[in-house]
């Protein structure tokens, strides 16, 4: 009979925000508006750092790569969430939500090592400037890209893999898309093995390059103590703030949301958690890197100003 359980779920559903029904279409607009904010902001990045020749530098190189690793990240979740607020569509087939939770997955963890490979080219930059432009080549900044990808797509195939062979009793998902611990909360089975290689995946992709950007950033500012001049050190400081600003929230929710006990997995926390990784963090970057760079801004003028011209 428990066997015949488990072929009865076809499909999942969410119960997204069913604990703010009240408040839906204002999370609806609220949401909407960060949506096309994120989207604009992010492909506005890829654009200038393409277009102007000023931005083609290794650390703009890492930007342009996260802002479009963030905005295909945003694709596969928010617009899914907005119709289940709406009340459109709030079922994925198993195979819609293996599908949603690999790309996540996968986007998610080339976020992390791509933030990493950013901490890495300023500790070059700062406490190696006279050999960044050999360090730094083309040709290693294209593998160390290729390197986050590969690592975010294997960890994925696995992680995934793992989840969706899980025998499922129950289709309603506590949360507004397929993340891996609601997901896994489903199945029929004893999931502690599931859970251990989840906390194990989510150290590895979370601890390991915090713990890199952190030796980074001890020798950077190691570095900078060493210069001379207060103006020097606030000048060189300066091309970090934007780095450490996103790490700090990035790597800040990553780890509330993931590495927390399994005890304090309430529903509504998890949630609010979510938000901020699904739609605030990645308009983080465009807000962060326009608003405090003064060489994107500039390329930004000048891509105006050749417009209106």
């Not at 195939?157 to 489903?186: E, G, N």
């Not at 901020?276 to 003064?294: E, H, S």
Request: aromatic share 10%.
């Amino acid at each position: 009979m428990k066997k015949e359980n488990h072929t009865l779920v076809s499909e999942f559903t969410f119960q997204g925000f069913s604990s703010f029904h009240e408040h839906q279409l204002t999370l609806y607009i609220v949401f909407l508006t960060l949506y096309i904010l994120t989207l604009a902001g992010n492909i506005i990045i890829v654009i200038i750092i393409s277009l102007d020749r000023h931005l083609h530098t290794p650390m703009y190189f890492f930007l342009s790569m996260l802002s479009a690793s963030e905005t295909v990240y945003t694709l596969v979740i928010i617009p899914r969430m907005l119709c289940n607020l709406i009340g459109l569509s709030q079922s994925i087939s198993l195979a819609g939500c293996a599908t949603q939770m690999f790309f996540f997955t996968s986007l998610a963890i080339n976020n992390c090592f791509l933030l990493t490979v950013m901490g890495y080219d300023r500790y070059v930059a700062i406490c190696n400037p006279l050999r960044y432009s050999v360090i730094m080549n083309k040709r290693v900044c294209i593998q160390l890209v290729w390197g986050a990808c590969s690592i975010g797509l294997i960890v994925a195939m696995t992680q995934v893999s793992a989840v969706f062979r899980l025998p499922f009793c129950t289709s309603k998902v506590a949360h507004f898309f397929c993340d891996i611990r609601p997901v896994m909360k489903l199945s029929c089975i004893d999931i502690t093995i599931n859970e251990i290689l989840t906390l194990i995946i989510s150290v590895l992709v979370i601890l390991v390059p915090m713990g890199l950007i952190f030796i980074s950033y001890i020798l950077i500012t190691s570095t900078i103590f060493k210069i001379a001049s207060a103006e020097g050190r606030k000048k060189t400081f300066a091309t970090c703030a934007s780095h450490i600003t996103v790490v700090i929230i990035h790597y800040g929710c990553a780890s509330i949301a993931y590495l927390k006990p399994k005890s304090e997995n309430i529903k509504d926390q998890n949630q609010l958690i979510s938000v901020t990784y699904t739609v605030i963090t990645p308009l983080l970057n465009p807000v962060v890197y326009t608003l405090r760079n003064k060489e994107v801004k500039a390329a930004l003028l000048r891509a105006i100003g050749r417009k209106l011209s």
